[in-house]
C-alpha cells in the first residue's frame, strides 16, 4: 500500500525553452556586434554634426521658488484687485 509519488516539475520544459532562447538571442547579438566594421564608421563631428537640441534652461531650487512666489503673490494680487473693484470688501464690513 505504499505507494511512491514521483513529484513531476510542471516548469521544466518552459525553463528548458526559455533558457534554448535566451542563448540564441545572445548568440545573434554577438554576431551583429562582430558585423560592425570600425574602420567604416564616420567621424564623430559628421555624427554630432546636426544636433538641434538647442539651448537647454536649467533653473536653480531657490530660483524656481522665487518664481512661484512671485506667481502666488502676482494671483493674490488680482484676486484682491477683482474683490475690492466690485465692492465684495464695502458689502462684508458695512452690514
Same mark, same amino acid.
Given at each position: 500500500?505504499?505507494?511512491?509519488?514521483?513529484?513531476?516539475?510542471?516548469?521544466?520544459?518552459? !525553463?528548458?525553452?526559455? $533558457?534554448?532562447?535566451?542563448?540564441?538571442? $545572445?548568440?545573434?547579438?554577438?554576431?551583429?556586434?562582430?558585423?560592425?566594421?570600425?574602420?567604416?564608421?564616420?567621424?564623430? $563631428?559628421?555624427?554630432?554634426?546636426?544636433?538641434? !537640441?538647442?539651448?537647454?534652461?536649467?533653473? $536653480?531650487?531657490?530660483?524656481?521658488?522665487?518664481?512661484?512666489?512671485?506667481?502666488?503673490?502676482?494671483?493674490?494680487?488680482?484676486?484682491?484687485?477683482?474683490?475690492?473693484?466690485?465692492?465684495?470688501?464695502?458689502?462684508?464690513?458695512? !452690514?
Amino acid at each position: 500500500m505504499m505507494e511512491t509519488k514521483e513529484t513531476v516539475d510542471q516548469a521544466a520544459q518552459l !525553463r528548458k525553452h526559455i $533558457s534554448h532562447e535566451q542563448s540564441t538571442e $545572445s548568440q545573434q547579438e554577438n554576431n551583429e556586434l562582430l558585423k560592425i566594421d570600425i574602420l567604416k564608421l564616420p567621424p564623430r $563631428s559628421e555624427v554630432h554634426k546636426n544636433n538641434t !537640441r538647442g539651448m537647454k534652461l536649467k533653473f $536653480s531650487k531657490p530660483l524656481k521658488r522665487l518664481f512661484f512666489t512671485f506667481l502666488l503673490c502676482l494671483i493674490c494680487l488680482f484676486g484682491l484687485y477683482y474683490i475690492w473693484d466690485k465692492g465684495y470688501l464695502n458689502d462684508l464690513f458695512i !452690514r
